[in-house]
Nanobody, 125 residues
Framework: VQLQASGGGLVQAGGSLTLSCAAS????????VAWFRQTPGKERIFVAA????????DYAESVKGRFTISRDNGKNTMYLQMNNLRPEDTAIYYC???????????????????WGQGTQVTVSS
């Protein structure tokens, strides 16, 4: 299974970016898909997760109302739309997939079996 993340870049504060993560080797439509982020010297932290169809997504408090996670099952791809970006959103963003993630463990890295390589997002002030 491979997850290919893309869409990162440099943006000014208040701007927007959309990250994509294309999966291959596995159909992820019934999996939980998620985004995490990491800054140098710190742990990877949860950003957002989307369960299989019909369940509401989960977001970290710091991104609620600004970020939207979505998926296109036909393309086997997940997305993270990021609006009103702030300098503190600067990080490497990782996509992840887990076949049996439940809501109580959604923010735990160990709940996810597959990870993308990360894409850098830099927000300038």
């Amino acid at each position: 299974v491979q997850l290919q993340a893309s869409g990162g870049g440099l943006v000014q504060a208040g701007g927007s970016l959309t990250l994509s993560c294309a999966a291959s080797g596995r159909t992820v439509s019934r999996d939980t898909v998620a985004w995490f982020r990491q800054t140098p010297g710190k742990e990877r932290i949860f950003v957002a997760a989307l369960f299989r169809t019909g369940y509401r997504p989960d977001y970290a408090e710091s991104v609620k109302g600004r970020f939207t996670i979505s998926r296109d099952n036909g393309k086997n791809t997940m997305y993270l739309q990021m609006n009103n970006l702030r300098p503190e959103d600067t990080a490497i963003y990782y996509c992840a997939v887990g076949p049996s993630v439940i809501r109580s463990t959604v923010a735990s890295q160990t709940a996810y079996h597959y990870w993308g390589q990360g894409t850098q997002v830099t927000v300038s002030s």
